[in-house]
């Protein structure tokens, strides 16, 4: 471990080698195997986490449900108070998270930090929401009766989470179920366990000034200890998963056989369309951060290009040369804007996609290559020509390729984008009313998020954030998707002398 990311771990309280299960306390020595974490960018040890068994976690649930009775109880508006106090912790800080996050994830600082970032806002989004779980009033077809829904908190969550978004994922989900008044249970991929650990001691600190422990729980294990565990546990009312479409498909799976819901926020596959009168500039900078930002491996990353033939040649050149300017390297390094993919593993699946791409009849225009003078895990990006898409273009692959294919037409562009399993964000750069108008129609963007001008990553807080089709059809963060953690509540008060049934139906 380097002497900086000491210091970065000692600022967070966590230590070379920690304890991964907390539910009111930290469990010393979990019953699990030790977890190493490791620099992507670097190969170096940061540290290694103590994961939980089937024993820490029954334990934990044990714990757990007294905690949630009591939670509850506790007005919104007191609940919203601790999360404000949380969101001042996650401010002291920023920089060492944001830090740790870069030294874990391998994304550039400024995205790791950016990331605390939508944490603190997340924070601040569910402090005014916890005054504002309003529920609707309705007029009753009967006399004397009175109606409305009110609602409920749902009781214990359970959040897993993916490596690309090691903190934020958790903060979209936690913070809000919070204040809707569940306690959480959090099980982070095993590929960021200090960052998880880090957040639970930030947690921790508020918590245990308000006597209220427990509240945010934390369980670092595999799949099988920990993560089927949660989805088949009916104590579960909710569980909310992010990964991979196959992970979903598992865990939709699990929890429907209970009868559970799941919040489901899978693979993406998502395309920008350049219209023959955008504008160039800011199209060219929209595809460079969706495409090659986090290395490609955001659920939102620009992995498709479709351009107008008349303009395909001299955008794809500026394209080129605008990849040829990328600097890529250490993450925690100024200037630098790509970091490493997660591990050697991700960078061989990259390649066999480019195999496979090229045997499709796709020409690799730019980059693709493995990086080992840089490193074990490092790659430059790859630009893909193709004439029309290709059958590997509706698989997602969690690495930076980008497929540029030409349209003719608009309505040949957008069905080509919604041609694909996945339904996650969609782009359109135009500066054609009709162009964008016909985009957001209900015939054009199939996808749970769509763009005009904008690209495909980089999603606000205050919007719900979420896909259809294999993305999975939740529903995080902003808008209204904090009724994804209560329980919805119909209620009718009769205060008459008389006892009217409803649809004027009589009886007896």
């Known amino acids: 471990m380097s002497a900086d990311a000491s210091q970065i771990l000692t600022a967070l309280g966590v230590a070379p080698e920690s304890s991964g299960v907390c539910a009111r306390r930290w469990v010393r020595e979990p019953a699990g195997a030790w977890l190493p974490s490791l620099n992507p960018a670097t190969g170096l040890l940061l540290g290694r986490v103590r994961m939980g068994a089937s024993s820490d976690y029954q334990q934990s649930m044990a714990e757990t449900a007294e905690v949630a009775v009591r939670w509850r109880k506790l007005p919104a508006p007191q609940r919203g108070e601790i999360v404000r106090q949380i ?221 107008h033939r008349s303009i395909l040649a001299s955008f794809t050149q500026r394209l080129v040369a605008a990849y040829g ?14 970091g490493p993919l997660i591990n050697p593993g991700a960078v061989a699946r990259m390649q066999e996609g480019l195999r496979e791409a090229e045997r499709q009849g796709a020409t690799v225009l730019y980059g693709g290559e493995p990086l080992p003078e840089l490193g074990a895990s490092f790659v430059r990006p790859a630009l893909v020509t193709v004439e029309r898409p290709i059958t590997l273009m509706r698989e997602e692959i969690f690495a930076p390729i980008l497929y540029v294919c030409p349209f003719g037409t608009l309505e040949h562009a957008i069905a080509m984008q919604n041609d694909v399993p996945q339904g996650l964000s969609s782009a359109i750069f135009t500066r054609g009313l009709h162009a964008s108008e016909r985009f957001l129609s209900a015939e054009g963007s199939d996808c749970g998020i769509a763009n005009v001008n904008i690209g495909t990553s980089g999603a606000e807080i205050g919007g719900a954030f979420g896909g259809e089709k294999e993305t999975g059809g939740g529903r995080e963060s902003g808008s209204d998707a904090w009724k994804a953690y209560m329980r919805r509540q119909t209620v009718t008060v009769n205060y008459s002398d008389t006892l009217p049934l409803a649809q004027g139906i009589t009886f007896g």
């Open 325 to 338: 300017q990328v600097r890529i390297g250490d993450p925690i390094k100024p200037f630098v804007l790509m």
């Open 87 to 307: 969101g001042d912790e996650l401010r002291t800080h920023k920089d060492a998270l944001g830090a740790l996050v870069t030294l874990e994830m391998g994304k550039i600082l400024a995205e790791g930090k950016g990331e605390v970032q939508e944490m603190i806002d997340m924070a601040d989004f569910a402090v005014g929401l916890s005054r504002q779980l309003y529920g609707l009033s309705m007029h009753s077809e009967r006399p004397g009766h009175r109606m409305y829904e009110q609602w409920h908190p749902l009781g214990i969550v359970g959040v897993i989470t993916a490596f690309n978004f090691p903190v934020a994922v958790w903060a979209w989900n936690a913070l809000l179920a919070a204040v809707c008044g569940n306690v959480v249970i959090w099980k982070p991929s095993p590929s960021t366990p200090l960052c998880a650990v880090a957040v639970q001691n930030i947690c921790n600190r508020v918590l245990s000034r308000h006597g209220w422990e427990g509240v945010f729980q934390l369980i670092v294990g595999d799949t099988k200890e920990v993560g089927e565990r949660m989805a088949a546990d009916p104590r579960f009312p909710l569980i909310s998963a992010t990964g991979s479409t196959a992970m979903g498909r598992r865990v939709g799976e699990v929890v429907a056989q209970r009868l559970g819901r799941s919040l489901l926020e899978l693979g993406g596959n998502n395309a920008i369309i350049v219209t023959e009168d955008a504008d160039h500039e800011l199209a060219l900078r929209a595809v460079m951060f969706g495409a090659v930002g986090t290395a490609g491996q955001r659920c939102t990353t620009t992995r498709r290009l479709f351009v």
